[in-house]
T-cell receptor, first 113, second 114 residues
Framework: DGGITQSPKYLFRKEGQNVTLSCEQN?????MYWYRQDPGQGLRLIYY???????QKGDIAEGYSVSREKKESFPLTVTSAQKNPTAFYLC????????????FGPGTRLTVL | KQEVTQIPAALSVPEGENLVLNCSFT??????LQWFRQDPGKGLTSLLL?????REQTSGRLNASLDKSSGRSTLYIAASQPGDSATYLC?????????????FGKGTHLIIQP
């Protein structure tokens, strides 16, 4: 099946720890995105990558880091510098910027203990 | 900066009714507008994508319209069913430079009563 997978579904982190969220796609899409969703809020863009080995900050990149070493994979690390990391994290991809719809993964819910 | 507003924030209607969800945006420089559905605790499912040059798109019981000049889009759901209960999100892809990615509204939480 073609699609976007995210793991884990639920993640618990102690304060001061870094954690990495996985996002994989087998759709052969060039562009990949990370969004954060808080209760009652729309999604906000954290980071995006339009091509392998390149990525750009979105609206709320502070306290997060990413890498794009392979076309299929775009992991997100939530660092200890992120002050309020508890949220629902969604990964998306699409063929390229412009006139294409974005497809979303099932999400990872991160809770800081 | 692009801002997206969805009205109403919540809506509850009896099964079988036709209904309209509204989305407004502040900057008409857009590539496209996309409507999504989100079930509780799940990811987003794309419903309809309207390119900036288009006026509307239809898929089954769903019809979405776009009026760039007034900064408005509507999602029309015909003959609503309990399975339509979900949160509906409107998102804009801005074409005026800057970051890639979508700008989202906060959503309309829809409940269809059996």
């Amino acid at each position: 099946d073609g699609g976007i997978t995210q793991s884990p579904k639920y993640l618990f982190r102690k304060e001061g720890q870094n954690v990495t969220l996985s996002c994989e796609q087998n759709l052969n899409h060039d562009a990949m995105y990370w969004y954060r969703q808080d209760p009652g809020q729309g999604l906000r863009l954290i980071y995006y990558s339009q091509i392998v080995n390149d990525f750009q900050k979105g609206d709320i990149a502070e306290g997060y880091s990413v890498s794009r070493e392979k076309k299929e994979s775009f992991p997100l690390t939530v660092t200890s510098a992120q002050k309020n990391p508890t949220a629902f994290y969604l990964c998306a991809s699409r063929p390229r910027r412009g006139y294409n719809e974005q497809f979303f993964g099932p999400g990872t819910r991160l809770t800081v203990l | 900066k692009q801002e997206v507003t969805q009205i109403p924030a919540a809506l509850s209607v009896p099964e079988g009714e036709n209904l309209v969800l509204n989305c407004s945006f502040t900057d008409s420089a857009i590539y496209n507008l996309q409507w999504f559905r989100q079930d509780p605790g799940k990811g987003l499912t794309s419903l309809l994508l309207i390119q900036s040059s288009q006026r509307e798109q239809t898929s089954g019981r769903l019809n979405a319209s776009l009026d760039k000049s007034s900064g408005r889009s509507t999602l029309y759901i015909a003959a609503s069913q309990p399975g339509d209960s979900a949160t509906y999100l409107c998102a804009i892809e801005h074409s005026g430079g800057g970051a890639d990615g979508l700008t989202f509204g906060k959503g309309t939480h829809l409940i269809i009563q059996p």
